[in-house]
């Protein structure tokens, strides 16, 4: 029903900064909330960050505050993910999500909440 593929991962040093893309195709995209999550290996999938159907509302884990930022261009239909101030721990395989019918702040930001995954963009940061 609604198609995600993203990109722009890649490998940096830490203290850099890259921008990562969720291309979304199949049905209206403004009707969706958005978010990203990632997992590490070895570790279990993790929030990391999500935004209102609107873009009006903005979640982050404790982790990643004020280094990253999400947002949204409904017109493109794609959500973005700014990371700045990069950190080794960082390094995951990042995965956009979305899902029509997240009601609570609490299930924008729980990963079993979502219905539509994209395949994930390898994000790595060196020492």
């Known amino acids: 029903q609604v198609q995600l593929v993203e990109s722009g991962g890649g490998l940096v040093q830490a203290g850099g900064s890259l921008r990562l893309s969720c291309a979304a195709s199949?049905?209206?995209?403004?009707?969706?909330?958005t978010g990203w999550f990632r997992q590490a290996p070895g570790a279990e999938r993790e929030f990391v960050a999500a935004?209102?159907?609107?873009?009006?509302?903005?979640y982050y884990a404790d982790s990643v505050k004020g280094r990253f930022t999400i947002s949204r261009d409904n017109a493109k239909n794609t959500v973005y993910l700014q990371m700045n101030s990069l950190k080794p721990e960082d390094t995951a395989v990042y995965y956009c999500?979305?899902?029509?019918?997240?009601?609570?702040?609490?299930?924008?930001?729980?990963?079993?909440?979502?219905?539509?995954w994209g395949q994930g963009t390898q994000v790595t940061v060196s020492s």
């Open positions: 199949g049905r209206t995209f403004s009707l969706y909330t």
């Open positions: 999500a979305a899902d029509r019918s997240l009601r609570t702040d609490g299930a924008k930001t729980n990963r079993d909440s979502y219905d539509y």
């Open positions: 935004i209102s159907r609107s873009g009006v509302g903005t």
